[in-house]
């Protein structure tokens, strides 16, 4: 995991610009998605995305995955946005579609955008 770690830390420590934003899930025990986030230029914006952290600038208010899809709604810089997926199914994919939501707000598109 550390190598992992190290060539995933190069993409926002050597190749992020300084006006970029990071953005990193942060709901791992061991603490890589904030480690990841430390690595960042100092002038980055960072937006913390979570599953289980309401402090997070994404965070998942509600969700519900069973075997019709996904339900969720997903507090962002921008507001909350509800989310409904018929083909994704289990948390991973609620994290992921928290994650996009992020990089949509990261590009400032409006929610009806994203």
Do not use: C
Not at 12 to 30: H, N, P, Q, R
């Amino acid at each position: 995991m550390d190598r992992y770690f190290a060539a995933k830390a190069k993409l926002f420590s050597e190749l992020l610009v300084t006006s970029g934003v990071a953005i990193a899930m942060v709901d791992d025990e061991e603490g890589w998605g904030e480690k990841i986030l430390a690595r960042a230029p100092a002038s980055a914006r960072r937006l913390r995305v979570s599953l289980r952290d309401r402090a997070a600038e994404v965070f998942v208010e509600r969700r519900q995955t069973t075997l019709d899809g996904i339900l969720a709604s997903v507090r962002t810089p921008h507001g909350e946005l509800d989310v409904r997926s018929e083909h994704l199914f289990g948390a991973y994919n609620v994290a992921n579609i928290a994650l996009a939501l992020a990089i949509g707000a990261a590009l400032d598109l409006a929610p009806a955008e994203i």
